[in-house]
T-cell receptor, first 113, second 114 residues
Framework: QKEVEQNSGPLSVPEGAIASLNCTYS??????FFWYRQYSGKSPELIMS????GDKEDGRFTAQLNKASQYVSLLIRDSQPSDSATYLC?????????????FGGGTRLMVKP | EAQVTQNPRYLITVTGKKLTVTCSQN?????MSWYRQDPGLGLRQIYY???????DKGDVPEGYKVSRKEKRNFPLILESPSPNQTSLYFC?????????????FGPGTRLTVT
């Protein structure tokens, strides 16, 4: 089992709808989780970080962490065509004396006008 | 402006010719790391550094070297590049030494080895 897994999509939603992106993780993963947005050919851009169980809201974005079920999700409200991108779920994994960031394969989101 | 910079942004080279990709950050971050991104394989960590003179291998370190002589710089060295190192490379940095914090990525270096 991969340490961080995502459905590759594409996930298609109409403009103005809520987009729901999900990610599951293995037992090896530590307690830091991140959502990045990546446009084609560009670098990952940090959208949200979440460290504790529950919800965290920032503008149109809400990250949800459920440690008991080992999943983390990202909700995008009022989706816009400019939200069309690949969304990467990442988690810090213990590695020797430090931590490494492990990424899921990404979910491609398409927001249709 | 707080940022991570990489140079060069694009590089085409031949097998066996040593090259260095530079990475620099102006945020006084302790943690720096290198990733490669390949279609179907996603982002994978090559090396990371928790502070000056402290480096460790990531998931795919073979064929790469790094050094961290100054806090702001973390160059990636390919001593003898091969075609399977053709990829998109990203440098990133994070506050704190643990690597559990938010990482900020540079713009990427697209490397082609022929």
């Amino acid at each position: 089992q991969k340490e961080v897994e995502q459905n590759s999509g594409p996930l298609s939603v109409p403009e103005g709808a809520i987009a729901s992106l999900n990610c599951t993780y293995s037992d090896r993963v530590s307690q830091s989780f991140f959502w990045y947005r990546q446009y084609s050919g560009k670098s990952p851009e940090l959208i949200m970080s979440i460290y504790s169980n529950g919800d965290k809201e920032d503008g149109r974005f809400t990250a949800q962490l459920n440690k008991a079920s080992q999943y983390v999700s990202l909700l995008i409200r009022d989706s816009q065509p400019s939200d069309s991108a690949t969304y990467l779920c990442a988690a810090a994994v213990k590695h020797n004396a430090g931590n490494m960031l492990t990424f899921g394969g990404g979910t491609r989101l398409m927001v249709k006008p | 402006e707080a940022q991570v910079t990489q140079n060069p942004r694009y590089l085409i080279t031949v097998t066996g010719k040593k090259l260095t990709v530079t990475c620099s950050q102006n945020m006084n971050h302790e943690y720096m790391s290198w990733y490669r991104q390949d279609p179907g394989l996603g982002l994978r960590q090559i090396y990371y550094s928790m502070n000056v003179e402290v480096t460790d291998k990531g998931d795919v370190p073979e064929g790469y070297k790094v050094s961290r002589k100054e806090k702001r710089n973390f160059p990636l060295i390919l001593e003898s590049p091969s075609p399977n190192q053709t990829s998109l490379y990203f440098c990133a940095s994070s506050r704190g030494a643990s690597g559990r914090g938010e990482q900020y990525f540079g713009p990427g270096t697209r490397l082609t080895v022929t």
